[in-house]
């Protein structure tokens, strides 16, 4: 039998790791340092920092979807989906979900993140092209990294440059890449100039509706489906199943053959675990719940326009409040009192926002009631005054 030893520093020499001991300092003083936020089931907090849009996942309906989905599947999906990660349920689920956004096939990940990367790394690679813009989502920059494609990053919503680089390439094949709603500010892109872009210079486009889900859109299929280019030619949708549907996991929407390919190609498809079985069922039985009521979007853009009345921020486009607040250490400071007061918002800082422009990043959801709303606003202006902001 072999015996481990553990490894020690040589002697006089330095801790390799003792360079994150000046960096914990180094983000503390910036006011940069994160801590997770951890919840307590009893906790009566109400919470605008989460992305539950609908407010379904503590809806009777989805927790008894996914407990029936436990009873049925057992906890866990067992294995990759090539495997014996893939059950009836899972099927079921892509093609009710491919049939309310108006795609041909739909196929799950185990998270956007993993639905993004698998997506991009799948359909560019060395030789092509993949235009991006500055207010990507992380997944999607990761997926262009990974990629080994050329990759050109333009202005956010610059459709302009974004032609201008499809035009001048010298690749074959081109992928143009975007968010429809960014996630930061909540503001919608110019998706029908990408795609016209797009199409124009024989390249694919691949759009985010991570944040369009049940939020914008018809009945809250989203905002390529507000524009009527649901199933068009060409086009790539991703988008979740952890906001709007409140469960977990991602899908990628397209034609058969993208599913196809993807099953084949996609490394986050190939060899992660799928998807688990309770998150199936909770995100079916929230489609469902959407299906039913198409007014459960409106419900929460009405919340949303009145929060960011009530706390002098822009009227949003989706679900997401941008109140700026400007430097990192105050837009802490506002948050924590927030929570102190019974109000959990969000607090982004550099790197996820520009400097100088740290906020409170506040999401209402479709089942508050106007009272709740008219609250949560007085304390966050409370909280505000009290930090020296207004």
């Not at 202005?155 to 001048?168: C, F, I, M, P, Q």
């Not at 369009?212 to 009527?228: D, K, Q, S, Y």
């Not at 009345?309 to 822009?314: M, N, Y």
Request: net charge negative; hydrophobic share 45%; with cysteine.
């Amino acid at each position: 039998m072999t015996t481990l030893h553990p490894i020690s520093a040589p002697v006089g020499t330095d801790d390799a790791l003792a360079w994150l001991n000046d960096e914990a300092v180094a983000l503390r003083e910036l006011g940069l340092h994160r801590d997770p936020v951890v919840r307590r089931p009893e906790a009566t907090t109400v919470n605008l920092a989460s992305n539950d849009y609908l407010g379904l996942s503590t809806h009777s309906a989805v927790m008894t979807g996914a407990q029936a989905a436990v009873e049925a599947w057992g906890t866990g999906s067992t294995g990759s989906r090539l495997v014996t990660g893939t059950t009836v349920a899972h099927i079921d689920l892509e093609d009710d979900l491919a049939d309310f956004l108006g795609f041909p096939a739909a196929l799950a990940f185990s998270s956007g993140y993993l639905a993004n990367v698998g997506a991009i790394t799948a359909l560019a690679g060395r030789g092509d092209l993949i235009v991006s813009d500055t207010g990507t989502h992380a997944s999607l920059i990761d997926g262009c990294r990974l990629s080994r494609a050329r990759v050109v990053v333009v202005e956010r919503g610059d459709h302009a440059a974004v032609r201008n680089a499809l035009r001048e390439r010298t690749e074959e094949r081109a992928l143009v890449v975007t968010d429809s709603v960014y996630s930061i500010d909540g503001e919608p892109a110019p998706i029908a100039e990408l795609y016209a872009a797009a199409r124009d210079h024989r390249a694919a486009l691949l759009v985010d509706e991570a944040h369009a889900l049940g939020v914008r859109g018809p009945g809250g299929r989203g905002l390529v489906a507000e524009l009527g280019l649901s199933g068009a030619p060409d086009l790539v949708v991703t988008t979740v199943l952890s906001k709007s549907l409140g469960a977990q996991g991602g899908v990628v929407l397209g034609p058969p053959v993208l599913r196809s390919h993807l099953i084949d190609r996609a490394r986050t498809f190939i060899f992660d675990t799928g998807l688990n079985p309770a998150a199936v069922g909770a995100a079916h039985a929230a489609l469902g719940l959407l299906r039913a009521d198409p007014s459960l979007p409106q419900r929460l853009r009405d919340n949303a326009h009145r929060l960011a009345a009530a706390v002098g921020a822009p009227a949003p486009a989706a679900a997401v409040i941008s109140k700026i607040v400007g430097e990192p250490q105050p837009a802490v400071a506002a948050a924590a009192d927030c929570r102190e007061h019974g109000v959990f918002v969000g607090c982004f800082r550099p790197p996820s926002v520009p400097a100088g422009t740290s906020r409170l990043r506040l999401t209402v959801r479709a089942d508050l009631d106007i009272a709740t709303v008219d609250h949560v606003a007085d304390i966050i202006n409370a909280s505000l005054r009290r930090v020296g902001v207004r």
